[in-house]
């Protein structure tokens, strides 16, 4: 039976934030009884107060409301504070209401800067620049009563101590896009306050067949490990960390019953790298291919560890430029073979081309056998 992994400590749902001249204010507006919590807007020390402090005609505040502190990021000289702004709820996920972050708000907290030097205030500008771009990060979800970083199979293997924690201590570092951005709130215990925000795509619908009504829930987890865009990041870390891991689950509710199905991608797990260029293209570049081996086995055998039985399916062209890339991580992948890490090549676009997406059904056939083995999670829900 799955039960509910609900945290003992229950976050801020909505709040208001003062915008005095020395400091920000963030007062729970949720009906919780919680004190406040203030930040220095000269070098971003925070407190919790139990009164917002007063107005007056020299000190008249902006005021907005917020539905979650994502953070606080420390620059060279200042610090700036991450807040929602807005949200929008898509769905639930296992009873609970998941809303993604519909607009961000980046607050500096940079007074410090007037006793800066001018090359310490430049590069902080520019550092600040860049910084305004994490206001438009696509694909960031929270909840405020479940877990996101974590698949069902992970949320009911929790022990009844680590139920009871606050959903940040509950939380996949992996998975924990704002990891880093919490740790202030952490280090001053502001449990109420820290929002687990994950990046990826989060998508919930109904459906029937027959008279059962079915719901579905599909969820990718993006890694926060090796991260960047595509072609500017690629292959391995030194330790077998993989650009652009994904972790997605497939949830599927009827009749009391819940089944869950995991897989994950990445990029191809050895050390290399891809040159940016006007090209159609761009050339890469395989790095220290003598390491290899040792790459890909400390990868799978993370994987092996974190998820059970591996299967590799390896989609890219096994001639022309990437036929490079396929060898040699056949190759590598012969010294990591077992009977619970097998590797598949399947060569997607020859097969299936840009729209022939039924001959999927041959990939299928080789590893249905698989499948059939290691199935997938099942739960009681009665």
């Known amino acids: 039976m799955m039960e509910r992994a609900e ?26 009884s919680g004190s406040a919590l203030a930040i220095s807007r ?4 925070m407190n919790l107060i139990h009164e917002v402090p007063e107005c007056s005609i020299l ?5 907005r409301t917020i539905f979650g502190v994502v953070g606080v990021l420390k620059l060279l000289a200042g610090s700036y504070l991450i807040v929602i702004t807005e949200r929008e709820c898509v769905g639930s996920y296992l009873g609970h209401p998941i809303y993604k972050v519909a607009s961000l708000k980046i607050l500096p907290c940079d007074h410090s800067l007037n006793n800066s030097s001018a090359e310490q205030k430049k590069v902080e500008a520019e550092f600040s620049c860049l910084l305004k771009l994490a206001e438009r990060t696509p694909g960031l979800y929270f909840s405020y009563d479940t877990n996101l970083t974590l698949s069902v199979q992970r949320l009911n293997t929790l022990g009844d101590e680590s139920k009871l924690l606050p959903l940040w201590r509950q939380a996949e570092p992996r998975f924990l896009w704002n990891n880093y ?19 990826g795509s989060f998508h919930h619908f109904q459906t029937a067949i027959g008279r059962d009504i ?13 991260n960047g865009t595509r072609m500017w990041r690629r292959g391995a870390d030194s330790d077998g960390y993989v650009a652009n ?32 260029d006007l090209t159609y293209k761009p050339k890469f570049e395989i790095l220290r291919a003598e390491e290899a081996p040792r790459v890909v086995e400390r990868h799978f055998l ?7 039985n591996v299967l590799a399916v390896d989609l890219v062209n096994k001639h022309g430029g990437e036929g490079r890339l396929c060898e040699n991580f056949g190759n590598a992948m012969q010294n990591v073979a077992s009977d619970d890490i097998r590797y598949l090549h399947f060569d997607f676009h020859r097969i299936c081309g840009h729209v022939h997406f039924e001959r999927l059904s041959i990939l299928f056939e080789q590893i249905e056998d698989f499948l059939e083995k290691n199935g997938y999670l099942l739960l009681n829900e009665k």
């Open 7 to 32: 945290s003992g400590q229950k976050l801020y749902t909505r709040m208001r934030l003062w915008e005095f001249p020395d400091q920000f204010v963030v007062e729970p507006t949720d009906g919780s």
């Open 42 to 45: 000269a070098d971003g020390s």
């Open 59 to 63: 000190r008249v505040p902006k005021i």
């Open 181 to 199: 951005l919490m740790e202030a709130l952490i280090d001053n215990k502001l449990d109420p306050f820290l929002l687990p925000v994950i990046q």
């Open 214 to 226: 079915i719901d579905v829930t599909l969820i990718a987890r993006r890694c926060t490990r090796r």
């Open 245 to 276: 891991f994904v972790e997605t689950e497939q949830v599927v509710q009827m009749n009391g019953f819940m089944a869950s199905f995991v897989q994950v991608r990445g990029s191809i797990p050895f050390l290399w790298e891809q040159t940016v």
């Open 302 to 308: 993370d994987l092996r560890k974190k998820y059970g």
